[in-house]
């Protein structure tokens, strides 16, 4: 039997395990080999939209087979849901990862932060896109920048309105040659207006947003890359409610860079930041120079990352145990001394 031909294709979308790949110019239905499934490990082993996959062509050249993945440059991930928690891939192969947040009820820091510290993870350079600028009231507008520029150290954020198109232009000139986006955000955070706006069509469908919390309804249901007029590509992903971070080694570290700059002046180098003596960080804390709100957020996503490492990590899971182990024997230890020094 002769070897099937291989090309190069680009998966430009991707819903409940069917595939749209880019081969030579043609947009083309794919799946993928019965191989490839079955040697999945994880989520992570399959296509997600930005991959540069090999393919074969059947039907005429009208369908595709994808038969692998080639190594990606960056992927964006999220913590799946459930007990299991695996990773998400939500992106591969972008250049930036645009995080999406309404300037009305969906305005959200804590959420900001996680999004950013899983962009920052990806390998991608993160921009924080503040839409819906018409609907802040005014004397607010100061404030919300000021936290979100707190927020986001070494990100650029840009403030704008898709319906006015007031700033659209900036969100283009970081889309400008040729490059490849990400939108992420919350329900109503206006990533379909946007992308509609930059577009200059109807390229996602748009919903009403509620009053009371400023969230919409799932417009977008499947991740889609699209080739824009500017020259840019923007891979649309349905909203997300709940992010959790899956792996933020460096990622947690960049974004909040602050806190580790107040960190390299505390006096033990394995300092939690939490009452030890000499911490440099809580000495911020109480000169107002950091707020309670981001060190609150910044342990939490710590503490969220190492279980999440726990979990998948059998020999950090066994010390771990042990550790809990040694711990038992030294307050039953203790107790038994106390015991013996009363005379019981």
Same mark, same amino acid.
């Given at each position: 039997?002769?070897?099937?031909?291989?090309?190069?294709?680009?998966?430009?979308?991707?819903?409940?395990?069917?595939?749209?790949?880019?081969?030579?110019?043609?947009?083309?239905?794919?799946?993928?080999?019965?191989?490839?499934?079955?040697?999945?490990?994880?989520?992570?082993?399959?296509?997600?939209?930005?991959?540069?996959?090999?393919?074969?062509?059947?039907?005429?050249?009208?369908?595709?087979?994808?038969?692998?993945?080639?190594?990606?440059?960056?992927?964006?991930?999220?913590?799946?849901?459930?007990?299991?928690?695996?990773?998400?891939?939500?992106?591969?192969?972008?250049?930036?990862?645009?995080?999406?947040?309404?300037?009305?009820?969906?305005?959200?820091?804590?959420?900001?932060?996680?999004?950013?510290?899983?962009?920052?993870?990806?390998?991608?350079?993160?921009?924080?896109?503040?839409?819906?600028?018409?609907?802040? +009231?005014?004397?607010?507008? #100061? &404030?919300? =920048?000021? *936290?979100?520029? $707190?927020? @986001?150290?070494?990100?650029?954020?840009?403030?704008?309105?898709?319906?006015?198109?007031?700033?659209?232009?900036?969100?283009?000139?970081?889309?400008?040659?040729?490059?490849?986006?990400?939108?992420?955000?919350?329900?109503?955070?206006?990533?379909?207006?946007?992308?509609?706006?930059?577009?200059?069509?109807?390229?996602?469908?748009?919903?009403?947003?509620?009053?009371?919390?400023?969230?919409?309804?799932?417009?977008?249901?499947?991740?889609?890359?699209?080739?824009?007029?500017?020259?840019?590509?923007?891979?649309?992903?349905?909203?997300?409610?709940?992010?959790?971070?899956?792996?933020?080694?460096?990622?947690?570290?960049?974004?909040?860079?602050?806190?580790?700059?107040?960190?390299?002046?505390?006096?033990?180098?394995?300092?939690?930041?939490?009452?030890? +003596?000499?911490?440099?960080? #809580? &000495?911020? =804390?109480? *000169?107002?120079? $950091?707020? @309670?709100?981001?060190?609150?957020?910044?342990?939490?996503?710590?503490?969220?990352?190492?279980?999440?490492?726990?979990?998948?990590?059998?020999?950090?899971?066994?010390?771990?145990?042990?550790?809990?182990?040694?711990?038992?024997?030294?307050?039953?230890?203790?107790?038994?001394?106390?015991?013996?020094?009363?005379?019981?």
């Amino acid at each position: 039997m002769s070897e099937q031909k291989m090309f190069k294709a680009l998966v430009t979308a991707e819903q409940r395990g069917a595939y749209s790949v880019l081969q030579d110019g043609v947009e083309l239905p794919a799946v993928i080999t019965g191989k490839l499934a079955g040697e999945a490990v994880s989520r992570l082993d399959f296509p997600v939209v930005g991959d540069e996959v090999e393919v074969s062509l059947h039907d005429g050249g009208a369908k595709a087979v994808i038969h692998g993945v080639l190594p990606r440059r960056t992927l964006l991930l999220r913590k799946g849901l459930g007990a299991a928690g695996d990773a998400q891939p939500l992106a591969a192969n972008v250049d930036k990862v645009f995080i999406v947040m309404g300037l009305d009820g969906n305005y959200n820091i804590a959420r900001l932060e996680r999004l950013l510290t899983a962009a920052w993870d990806s390998g991608a350079l993160p921009v924080v896109a503040l839409t819906k600028k018409d609907l802040c +009231p005014p004397e607010e507008l #100061a &404030a919300r =920048l000021d *936290a979100v520029a $707190l927020a @986001a150290p070494g990100a650029r954020v840009l403030c704008l309105s898709s319906l006015s198109g007031e700033g659209v232009a900036e969100v283009e000139g970081e889309l400008a040659g040729g490059a490849r986006c990400c939108f992420v955000g919350s329900s109503g955070a206006g990533k379909s207006t946007l992308l509609n706006r930059l577009a200059g069509r109807t390229a996602a469908l748009t919903g009403e947003v509620r009053e009371n919390d400023s969230r919409g309804r799932h417009t977008t249901t499947a991740r889609q890359l699209h080739c824009l007029p500017c020259g840019g590509q923007v891979i649309d992903t349905p909203g997300i409610r709940e992010f959790g971070v899956a792996y933020a080694g460096e990622g947690l570290e960049t974004s909040f860079s602050d806190i580790g700059a107040l960190a390299a002046g505390c006096r033990f180098k394995d300092c939690s930041h939490t009452g030890e +003596p000499g911490c440099a960080v #809580a &000495a911020a =804390l109480a *000169a107002g120079t $950091l707020t @309670a709100e981001r060190l609150k957020s910044y342990h939490k996503l710590r503490r969220e990352t190492e279980r999440h490492e726990l979990r998948g990590d059998l020999k950090k899971r066994l010390a771990a145990k042990n550790r809990l182990k040694r711990f038992g024997r030294m307050a039953r230890d203790i107790g038994e001394e106390k015991r013996r020094l009363r005379g019981g």
